[in-house]
Structures are given as structure tokens and as C-alpha cells.
């Protein structure tokens, strides 16, 4: 069983930054691969970022490549996600995950666990 706590979140303006943060409970953080995800209203949740285990491998969704930055520290327990020149359409639930051994690192079904959102607000 692993816990995920978000934190991080806010109301920015166009163009600003935010970090977001995941804690992670359990001592075997370093072994999950982790993902953000993001949901906005009446909109499907989907991908954002992902890390491996070790933090050598990141991958991202085409919309926010170049501006998102995802990282960890297995020290800590914590995934991190850099958002810079944040944009209106960025608005969302900022929802960290734990990836499963298997499956399609863009689908959220290949995640096990969840945090309980971040909401993240860009106005224009």
C-alpha cells in the first residue's frame, strides 16, 4: 500500500511557475516508476509526466514538453513537477501516481495508486 499527498497547487497568472509536490509513504519509493496526470473539468484525465525508478528516464506529453520539468528524490519520497510558462489551458487536478510493472506508461489504468489532486488555476 502506498500514500500519495499532492501539495503545491494554486492560482497563477499566465506565463508564471509552480511546483508541484507528491510525498510518497512506504520504503520502497525507488522502486515505482511515478506519473503525473491531470484532469480538467469535463475533460478526461490524462497524461502529463512520468520519471523511472532511478530518475535516468522522463517522458511528456507533448503539450507540456519544454515547459514541465519532472523529478524525484528517492531521499525524500517525493516526485516533484516543475511547470513554467504556465498557461490557461494548464488548468487542471494535478493528480500523482504510482505506475505498475506493466502497461503503457501514457495509460492510467497502468497506475495503482493515487494522491487526491492538486488543483492548479491559470488565469489569462
Known amino acids: 500500500q502506498v500514500q500519495l499527498v499532492e501539495s503545491g497547487g494554486g492560482l497563477v497568472q499566465a506565463g508564471d511557475s509552480l511546483r508541484l509536490s507528491c510525498a510518497a509513504s512506504g520504503r520502497t519509493f525507488s522502486s515505482y516508476t511515478m506519473g503525473w496526470f491531470r484532469q480538467a473539468p469535463g475533460k478526461e484525465r490524462e497524461f502529463v509526466a512520468a520519471i523511472s525508478r532511478s530518475a535516468s528516464t522522463t517522458y511528456y506529453a507533448g503539450s507540456v514538453k519544454g515547459r514541465f520539468t519532472i523529478s524525484r528524490d528517492n531521499a525524500k519520497n517525493t516526485v516533484y513537477l516543475q511547470m513554467n510558462s504556465l498557461k490557461p489551458e494548464d488548468t487542471a487536478v494535478y493528480y500523482c501516481?504510482?505506475?505498475?510493472?506493466?502497461?503503457?506508461?501514457?495509460?492510467?489504468?497502468?497506475?495503482?495508486?493515487w494522491g487526491q489532486g492538486t488543483q492548479v488555476t491559470v488565469s489569462s
Open positions: 501516481a504510482v505506475k505498475d510493472p506493466y502497461g503503457s506508461m501514457w495509460n492510467g489504468a497502468s497506475y495503482d495508486y
